[in-house]
């Protein structure tokens, strides 16, 4: 399958988002202002790894579900499932008033999201592709320009 070009937009933005929730997590901003040091550090941990995640996605071009690739490309999601898991460790562990993890919670549907939207595109290109350039009676097709 092609690599990225959208997807890896999107796997940009959501890196940066991470980042952010980590430097915001890890100075104590708004929810998690009356954390305890170990709780901020974890999580901060947490989202910073999977902000990471995310920018291997985007850098690599190829996503974090890929059929082919480095080995994170085709296996990251299963990093991103165990890093969600581990905030919803972190965050039993912790007091209910400390900030919440759910926000991590969406970042299992985005690598097969990005996924499903690059099918949807290129299949969509191939039938663009087909309606502009019918086929000839021996099967053979006109060069695209």
């Given at each position: 399958?092609?690599?990225l ?12 988002g991470?980042f952010?929730?980590a430097v ?11 954390a305890?040091?170990w ?9 910073l790894?999977?902000g990471?995640?995310?920018g291997?996605?985007a850098?690599?071009r190829r ?6 690739g ?7 999601w ?5 890093l ?9 562990l912790?007091d209910?008033?400390w ?10 549907f985005?690598p ?5 939207m ?10 663009a592709?087909?309606?502009l350039n019918?086929e ?6 006109p060069?695209?320009?």
């Open positions: 399958m092609p690599k070009k959208l997807g890896a937009v999107v796997y940009a933005v959501v890196a940066v991470w952010v929730s915001l997590t890890l100075r104590g901003f708004d929810a998690y202002a009356g305890d040091q709780y901020l550090i974890a999580m901060g941990t947490v989202f790894l999977t990471v995640m995310f291997i996605g850098i690599t996503g974090l579900v890929s059929d082919e480095p080995r994170i490309c085709r296996s990251g299963i990093v991103v499932i165990a969600v898991c581990a905030a919803f460790v972190v965050y039993v912790g209910d008033e900030g919440t993890p759910f926000p991590n919670l969406v970042a299992v985005i097969a999201f990005v996924k499903r690059q099918e949807k595109y290129y299949e969509g290109r191939e039938e592709e087909r309606e019918p000839v009676p021996d099967e053979v097709r060069p695209s320009v």
